[in-house]
């Protein structure tokens, strides 16, 4: 059956995650999972969970995600290398069927992966001591939000066994995106699946994960959240403040990003200019990634900052249900007094 399919349960597997109870006594030991459709079902379904306040997915890469091969089959799936949104992939099949293969249809299809951290929590009563306690968790659960089929090139429907396939292909990208994104709490990916729907039993397939890169110029068109007023050289904030942005925009990761502030009517007290990532992941959360200090009042006639940004920070973008934005945060710490700010959208990708 061509489609998305749930991984199956690894024999022998004796995982288990940890989780505090917040209204017992102590660490409660309990045994959770995560989830991921195929061809992204080639990780340990309990390395998708952690206990609360955990994030399962830091510690996953995409490229552990997609299972190469299903079914009695030798062979791969091979693309040219990274693609960009909107642009096109290119790539080779190289199949061999170990037993004949006589299937409805084949096809070679885009799937895009959306795998995101969800809390968790479950209530369980002891009616011997008439008490309530509660266990929570964070799981990793994906959904294929894109499944886009090709019939070009044709896929034989029917393989017998021994006989040798070999294609090449050059199929579009997404045209809008999203682009390939580790959010940390979430993860974007995209894969070539080629699958034989064969009655009544599993799918043979092969896959390949494909890293497909966001486009500046759709950032600079300013489709979606990405572009606009994060795509500004100088942007004007309350109180007569600009904060402009003085290297290439978007930014690229790994890169410096310039920054020149100019606060007139700044208050008083420590100075901080600091690069800012957001997401709408359900169990994301708000991070610094990188940070300036500067002269108190150096704002007022104009203050430059140069700001790192990490080299695995994931592009501008939203798409899938998911977004990530970053805004450059111009921080005054007023001694004894609510903190006074400002801050501006910019665009990296």
């Given at each position: 059956?061509i489609?998305?399919?749930?991984p199956?349960?690894?024999?022998?597997?004796?995982?288990?995650?940890?989780?505090?109870?917040p209204?017992?006594?102590?660490?409660?030991?309990?045994?959770?999972?995560g989830?991921?459709?195929s061809?992204?079902?080639?990780?340990?379904?309990?390395?998708?969970?952690?206990?609360s306040?955990?994030?399962?997915l830091?510690?996953?890469?995409?490229?552990?995600?997609?299972r190469?091969?299903?079914?009695?089959?030798?062979?791969?799936?091979e693309v040219?290398g990274?693609a960009?949104?909107?642009e096109?992939?290119?790539?080779r099949?190289?199949?061999?069927?170990?037993?004949?293969?006589?299937?409805?249809?084949?096809v070679?299809?885009?799937?895009g992966?959306?795998l995101?951290?969800q809390?968790?929590?479950?209530?369980?009563?002891n009616?011997a001591?008439?008490?309530?306690?509660?266990?929570?968790?964070?799981e990793?659960?994906g959904?294929?939000f894109?499944?886009?089929?090709?019939?070009?090139?044709?896929?034989?429907?029917?393989?017998?066994a021994?006989?040798?396939?070999d294609?090449?292909?050059?199929v579009?990208?997404?045209?809008?995106?999203?682009?390939?994104?580790?959010?940390?709490?979430?993860?974007?990916?995209?894969?070539?699946d080629?699958?034989?729907?064969?009655?009544?039993?599993e799918?043979?397939?092969?896959?390949?994960?494909?890293?497909?890169?966001?486009?500046?110029?759709?950032?600079?068109?300013g489709?979606?959240?990405?572009?606009?007023?994060?795509?500004?050289?100088?942007?004007?904030?309350?109180?007569?403040?600009?904060?402009?942005i003085?290297?290439?925009?978007p930014?690229?990761?790994g890169t410096?990003?310039?920054?020149?502030?100019?606060w007139?009517?700044?208050p008083?007290?420590n100075v901080r200019v600091?690069?800012h990532?957001?997401t709408?992941?359900?169990n994301?959360v708000e991070?610094?990634?990188?940070?300036?200090?500067?002269?108190?009042?150096?704002?007022?006639?104009?203050?430059?900052?140069s700001l790192?940004?990490?080299?695995?920070?994931?592009p501008?973008f939203?798409?899938?249900?998911?977004?990530i934005?970053?805004?450059?945060?111009v921080?005054?710490?007023?001694?004894?007094?609510?903190?006074a700010?400002?801050?501006?959208p910019?665009?990296?990708a």
């Open positions: 059956m489609g998305g399919r749930g199956r349960p690894l024999p022998g597997d004796s995982s288990v995650s940890f989780s505090f109870n209204l017992g006594s102590g660490a409660a030991w309990t045994r959770h999972q989830s991921s459709p061809p992204f079902d080639a990780l340990d379904r309990h390395r998708l969970a952690g206990p306040g955990s994030h399962p830091h510690l996953v890469r995409p490229e552990e995600l997609v190469p091969v299903g079914g009695p089959l030798q062979g791969s799936v040219s990274p960009r949104v909107g096109a992939i290119s790539g099949v190289r199949v061999t069927p170990a037993e004949d293969i006589r299937a409805r249809d084949a070679l299809r885009l799937v992966l959306k995101v951290e809390r968790r929590s479950e209530s369980h009563r009616a001591t008439n008490t309530t306690t509660t266990e929570e968790w964070v990793a659960d959904q294929l894109e499944q886009l089929p090709f019939t070009d090139p044709p896929i034989p429907a029917v393989l017998p021994g006989t040798a396939f294609t090449a292909f050059t579009p990208a997404p045209r809008l995106g999203p682009p390939s994104a580790h959010l940390g709490e979430a993860i974007v990916a995209w894969a070539i080629v699958r034989w729907d064969v009655a009544l039993h799918d043979p397939f092969v896959a390949c994960l494909v890293p497909v890169l966001q486009h500046p110029d759709l950032i600079r068109a489709v979606g959240e990405q572009g606009g007023l994060a795509m500004l050289d100088t942007y004007a904030a309350p109180g007569g403040a600009t904060v402009s003085t290297t290439p925009l930014a690229s990761p410096q990003l310039g920054v020149r502030a100019v007139p009517a700044a008083d007290g600091e690069l990532r957001r709408n992941a359900p994301g991070g610094i990634l990188a940070s300036m200090a500067l002269p108190s009042g150096s704002l007022r006639g104009g203050a430059d900052a790192a940004i990490p080299a695995d920070c994931a501008s939203d798409g899938a249900g998911l977004e934005t970053y805004v450059v945060r921080l005054v710490d007023r001694r004894l007094r609510m903190d700010a400002i801050e501006r910019v665009a990296i």
